[in-house]
């Protein structure tokens, strides 16, 4: 029988529903809050959800929003049962995605009617329908800027290790500067698996065999791609190759971050492509910024929607640069992330290839970091607070409620 999950603070509505559906067979798991409701769905897996729209903490339709942008709650029949079924509450919660209403008090019977269509009707369309994704697409990251020692490596780095360490969750970092690569540098490691073994290979012979013997792990968690050994040109490199590449390698990390070099190449432009979101590393000074704008032109004229591009500005200078607002107005578009100036972090980080948020966990750099990993993560990852959360994740999440 189908697993149902009961969201609703009031502990006599728990026991009327396990009433009504105990009997039957139904498995019936129970949240007293939006949040804990969220957390049981992510847990429990339930096939049907009843929520009240009044809870302690987020309300019902909060609740359904959130579940109905994750792929996993996409489809799952949920029912509100509230001591307000008018019609305009019941209009909100149907443009918030709740498949019926159920008003307080209620008949069990009348329950169990409504969950029996509700059931029959979504395993009907689970039959009709080709499975859809259950798993959530992986975010991937892209650092890039047309000027060099902006930052963009620094960042790439500190930003992979921040994403691992706030989802636990498989995350791999890309060394795409194909000339000057430094992330295995930055990572304390000289690693005998690199880029160099995809040279001159066919796309159709991109499997996982390949992918193993290009990856290397690191001791904080992430595993990554390092930049060939010695330069090497795009053209080394089959162009079709990219796609079945990133393509697979969706499948297995949640999280990719790239540091893409600082050109528009062929390589560059397959991995900006294929980015969720493009961070544009930008220094306070006047070369950095008009490299900016050029970046930003091209973004458009490759098609990329606006809400891809983030501009980042990046304190790398000890005088005061450029001020962000001046800054803004001449790229016509708002910093998304500011970090500020930390030298001895940073070249400390480099040289001893210990990345600063390892070595530095109280700074405001590596709380940025955090905060900025936790941004950047894709919304259904956030909507569903994780059943045993990171260390990480409870602090950026606490910040965050202080904040609001
Ligand atoms: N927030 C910061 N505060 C102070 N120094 C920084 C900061 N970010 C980066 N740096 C320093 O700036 C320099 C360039 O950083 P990084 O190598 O990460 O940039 P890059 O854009 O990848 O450069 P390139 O690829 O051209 O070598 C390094 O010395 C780094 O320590
Ligand atoms: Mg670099």
Redo the contacts with the bound molecule.
Sequence with gaps: MARVLLIDDEPVFYKMVEHALKPQGYELEYARSGLDGLRAAGEFEPEIIIVDVKLPDLDGYDVVQRLRSTPRFRNTPIIFLTSQADLPNKLKGFEVGADDFLAKPFQPEELLARIGILVRKSETLRSALPAGPTREPATVLALH?L??????????VNLAIACHQLWEKPTLLIDA?MT?G?VAL?LNTSPARTFDDLTNRHSSEIDDDIIRKITSKHNSGINFIASPSSPVADDSFADDLWVELLNRLQETYDFIII?T??NFGNIAIHMLNQATTILQ?IAPEMASIRSSINALELYHLLGYPSEKIKPVL???LAVAGIKQAQIEKVLKLPVSFS?????N???R??NFGQPVILQNPEIA?TELLEEMAYDLSGESLKAIPPSSPSVVWKRVTQKLAAKK
């Design positions: 800027s000027r060099g020692g902006v930052g963009c490596t620094s960042l790439a500067d000057a430094q930055m540091d070099g600082h590393v990046n304190q790398t970090l500020p100036y930390a030298p972090e940073f070249i980080a480099i750099s």
